[in-house]
């Protein structure tokens, strides 16, 4: 039954080390979401992908990249973490619509720490 | 730019209780308003959506309430149990940008 899967559900780094967050979908929404939420905040959007465009948001650091190989997968790949990008990273899909009908469904998340 | 709050940051009632959780926005060009229910460590589950053209829906023993004009949102929990126990999130979609902003939360505690 699981719409949104994330994997791993926790993961650990080192400091620099590279890592990715995998994120897929058995909805065939195309639309993909990355948000980051940190203790205690809001998620902040970092980037989504209509379809395969993709679309950072200003204030994303560049040490954050994407990738989406098809509809059901997308990977966030973080180049070289720091103790302050220890936080959630959640995955959300959406059906497009212009009319803001649709809602977005989320994963349970990945908690990465950085050691 | 659109911002989102809750008040309050954190909520402890005993079981039983009716309660009123409470999002404000600053911009009234939204698509919808979602709550969300967060619990620790773990993804957001969806509660209730609104249309912007809608003034309340309701799923089981919560409502959610929405007036557009005055940029305010209430959920409405009734008779609360220890299993109410968990961060709601209000979200808006803003018509602007389509973009889902998230208020910081209310972090619930229902105690036996």
């Known amino acids: 039954d699981a719409m949104v899967i994330q994997n791993p559900r926790y993961q650990v780094t080192q400091f620099g080390k590279p890592v990715t967050l995998s994120c897929s979908q058995t909805l065939n929404h195309n639309v993909m979401y990355w948000y980051q939420q940190k203790s205690s905040q809001a998620p902040k959007l970092l980037f989504h992908y209509y379809d395969k465009d993709f679309n950072n948001e200003a204030d994303t650091p560049d040490n954050f990249q994407s990738r989406r190989p098809n509809t059901s997968f997308c990977f966030l790949d973080i180049r070289s973490p720091g103790l302050g990008d220890a936080a959630m990273y959640l995955c959300?899909?959406?059906?497009?619509?212009?009319?803001?009908?649709?809602?977005?469904?989320f994963g349970p998340g990945t908690r990465l720490t950085v050691l | 730019k659109q911002e989102v709050t809750q008040i309050p940051a954190a909520l402890s009632v005993p079981e039983g209780e009716n309660l009123v959780l409470n999002c404000s926005f600053t911009?009234?060009?939204?698509?919808?308003l979602q709550w969300f229910r967060q619990d620790p460590g773990k993804g957001l589950t969806s509660l209730l959506l609104i249309q912007s053209s809608q003034r309340e829906q309701t799923s089981g023993r919560l409502n959610a309430s929405l007036d557009k004009s005055s940029g305010r949102s209430t959920l409405y929990i009734a008779a609360s149990q220890p299993g109410d126990s968990a961060t709601y999130l209000c979200a808006v979609r803003s018509s602007n940008t389509g973009k889902l902003i998230f208020g910081q939360g209310t972090t619930l505690q229902v105690k036996p």
């Open positions: 911009d009234s060009a939204i698509y919808n």
């Open positions: 959300a899909t959406s059906r497009d619509d212009s009319g803001g009908l649709n809602t977005q469904y």
